[in-house]
């Protein structure tokens, strides 16, 4: 078992879900593969750990530009899904005793 599998978030992954209508979270594009966050979750995520969105922008190694275009709902690259949901899977929630 890797370390990743025992650190389980207890928030809704922010990381859309693909479906096969025209509300797709991950595109390939002219640029390459693209993916959409849900605001909502990433600031629910964040409350939960007692984060300002800051926080997290700053845990997951981000730029204010580029954590503000995840929030707007725009594309953002794969790799920066991924830091954002690592920062999350790194941290307990406030509940869990933190």
Known sequence: MTPDATQQSTVPSPI???SAGSNESIVIGPG???VT???PLLISA????????????RRAGLSR??????????AVRPKTAWKIR?????AETVEGGC
Request: glycine share 14%; hydrophobic share 45%.
């Open 86 to 90: 690592r920062a999350l899977a790194q």
């Open 37 to 39: 966050l849900e605001a």
């Open 65 to 74: 530009p580029t954590l503000i275009q995840a929030l707007r709902g725009e």
């Open 16 to 18: 859309k879900e693909g």
């Open 32 to 34: 390459g593969m693209v």
């Open 46 to 57: 964040c409350a939960a750990r007692g984060w300002s969105l800051a926080e997290l922008g």
